[in-house]
């Protein structure tokens, strides 16, 4: 089943901070960020593991919530280089290695 | 390192006729991915191999749509015939191998437009 992110699109000043939500129905192994911008490939950002801690690098970082099937992505102090769409990818504890992408999230950072 | 390579960047054909796309992925990656992307959504999987092997192929519609890895390494996205819904982007990814904490690596997509 296809996560669910929220908001579905955000507008920015350069330096404010956003948050980004991505929550399953499934009992959750793995969240994987990507943000993809128009006409390119989406791009990795990072992975949240069960029973793992919340990672970061820069200014992006993420939290897995595993009772509550929930991941978060934190942008602070966003640059206009943050600007794209951000998709969750999801593995259910029973997939086997299968990422479901939710809709994704349009972030536009303005200077 | 090479990136994932995709071919043809662009597509345009009309309803009923058939079309292929080619990837090419990162050299060593065991894993294969086939994901389509509609405009404005998430990618969907399409199909997933293993090596040559086929993993989980649950989402292709397999009256109009095939996919080949024969010898492991480069893949084939077919589409026979094609519908005006088909309209989208089709990208292909690989990993290291099937693991949780494997990140994919995305070619740069085929644009098909379906007339």
């Known amino acids: 089943q296809q996560p669910v992110q929220s908001p579905q699109a955000v507008i920015l000043r350069e330096g404010e901070d956003a948050v980004i939500n991505c929550s399953s129905s499934k009992a959750l192994y793995s969240v994987h960020w990507y943000r993809q911008k128009h006409g390119e490939a989406p791009i990795f950002l990072m992975i949240?593991?069960?029973?793992?801690e919340q990672k970061g690098h820069d200014k992006i970082s993420a939290s897995f919530n595993e009772k509550k099937q929930q991941s978060s992505l934190y942008l602070t102090a966003s640059q206009l280089s943050y600007s794209g769409t951000y998709f969750c990818g999801t593995e259910g504890v029973d997939s086997s290695y299968k990422l479901i992408f939710g809709s994704g999230t349009r972030l536009l950072v303005r200077p | 390192e090479a990136g994932v390579a995709q071919s043809p960047r662009y597509k345009i054909i009309e309803k009923r006729q058939s079309v292929a796309f080619w990837c090419n992925p990162i050299?060593?990656?065991?894993?294969l991915y086939w994901y389509q992307q509609i405009l404005g959504q998430g990618p969907k999987l399409l199909i997933q191999?293993?090596?040559?092997?086929?993993?989980?192929d649950s989402q292709l519609p397999k009256d109009r749509f095939s996919a080949e890895r024969l010898k492991g390494v480069d893949s084939t996205l077919k589409i026979q015939p094609a519908k005006l819904e088909d309209s989208a982007v089709y990208l292909c990814a690989s990993s290291p191998d099937a693991w949780s904490d494997e990140k994919l690596f995305f070619g740069s997509g085929t644009q098909l437009s379906v007339l």
């Open positions: 949240l593991l069960k029973g793992g």
């Open positions: 191999f293993q090596n040559n092997g086929v993993v989980d």
């Open positions: 050299s060593g990656h065991a894993t």
